[in-house]
């Protein structure tokens, strides 16, 4: 048989495989519920820190590496997102966890509509993948930049306030996504990016409010801190560089690096017209340039394949390699190998074109 007769035999079996994916997930499911790891990375990120809030304290930890270390699941989002998921402290927390984690399905699923997917097996490989798994098990918030990047996308050349609104949203959302600003500018939208950087400082601006000016003041002392505590531990380009014998300073330095040199893709893209891979560029600088990074954040990035896969194809069978690396940290060099080598290969087939596509010619549907 033929590698395409192979292929097609594969993808017509794509519903035994969801049927086996469904079963599989949904034990995996029960059993994190019954060992109480259903929603721990919400217990601390959300639902700790919305009850610290609600009772006028900081819902910040001491910028102690070693404390974080213990804690496992400190709260290090921005003052806005803690501020504005602090409703979710209302509510018992496995409660408030599976809440959060139906919002989130309803934006993976939204994104991906958004950016053009109409086959039910697209869906189901994304939802069904590894990414999606850990990040609906920790209760993350990978789900929510994957819809602002999808509509991100969608309003790409969109007049109005609307672009600048939904980047500023996202990147105050987690800081994570601050290539998105040189996406805009790249791509012409100086306006928007600057519409989108006023958004984002407006947002800082009330959820520090809130919290107090010292919390501001500690909190860049808590992501260094937050980095010398789980820097190592992912699979960002900085946990590469410890694992090969770099010193923990020169390693920080690699995700800053990762991230300029997809930055300067993402400019060199957009110049030639290809504004699709001007912003896989952009998310991708992101992502890699994240100092902390678990596999979880390779659910943003299954939504840029969509892209140029709205159908399924065996580039989708990327999304299921990770399942080869089934934690957020890696805690084996053979984990880590095989995970960070998804994460590569992830961006490298998302800028990768089929020979029938055109690059850059899909339009975004202005809403």
């Not at 034990?27 to 994190?32: M, P, Y």
Request: with cysteine; glycine share 8%.
């Amino acid at each position: 048989m033929s590698v395409g007769g192979l292929s097609r035999a594969l993808i017509r079996l794509a519903p035994l495989y969801a049927a086996a994916g469904v079963v599989f997930v949904t034990l995996a499911f029960i059993s994190c519920v019954h060992s109480g790891l259903f929603g721990y990375d919400f217990h601390g990120t959300i639902w700790e820190a919305g009850k610290n809030i609600l009772h006028g304290r900081t819902p910040y930890p001491a910028p102690d590496p070693d404390a974080l270390v213990r804690k496992g699941n400190p709260a290090v989002y921005p003052a806005p997102t803690l501020v504005a998921a602090t409703p979710f402290a209302l509510l018992p927390m496995t409660l408030s966890a599976a809440l959060w984690d139906v919002l989130s399905l309803g934006a993976l699923l939204a994104a991906l509509r958004i950016v053009g997917v109409r086959d039910w097996r697209v869906y189901a490989v994304v939802l069904l993948s590894c990414p999606a798994f850990l990040s609906f098990k920790l209760g993350q918030i990978d789900s929510l930049e994957a819809l602002g990047c999808a509509l991100a996308w969608r309003w790409r050349r969109a007049p109005g306030p609307r672009l600048a609104l939904c980047v500023g949203v996202t990147f105050a959302l987690k800081l994570l996504l601050w290539p998105l600003l040189v996406w805009l500018v790249a791509i012409g939208r100086r306006r928007a990016a600057a519409g989108a950087l006023a958004v984002a400082l407006v947002e800082a601006v009330a959820g520090w409010s809130v919290l107090g000016l010292s919390s501001l003041r500690a909190y860049p002392h808590l992501i260094v801190a937050a980095t010398t505590a789980f820097g190592d531990k992912g699979y960002s380009l900085m946990a590469l560089g410890t694992r090969l014998g770099i010193a923990s300073s020169p390693a920080r330095l690699l995700p800053v690096a990762g991230a300029l040199a997809l930055c300067a893709v993402c400019v060199w893209a957009s110049r030639r017209g290809r504004l699709d891979d001007a912003l896989v560029a952009a998310v991708a600088a992101g992502v890699l340039g994240s100092p902390v990074l678990g596999l979880q954040y390779a659910l943003i990035l299954l939504v840029w394949l969509a892209i140029t896969r709205p159908r399924l194809s065996p580039a989708w069978s990327v999304a299921l390699l990770f399942w080869f690396a089934p934690a957020p940290d890696a805690t084996s060099a053979r984990m880590f190998v095989v995970g960070f080598a998804c994460l590569v290969t992830l961006i490298v087939v998302g800028f990768w074109r089929p020979a029938v596509q055109a690059r850059g010619v899909r339009n975004p549907v202005a809403a």
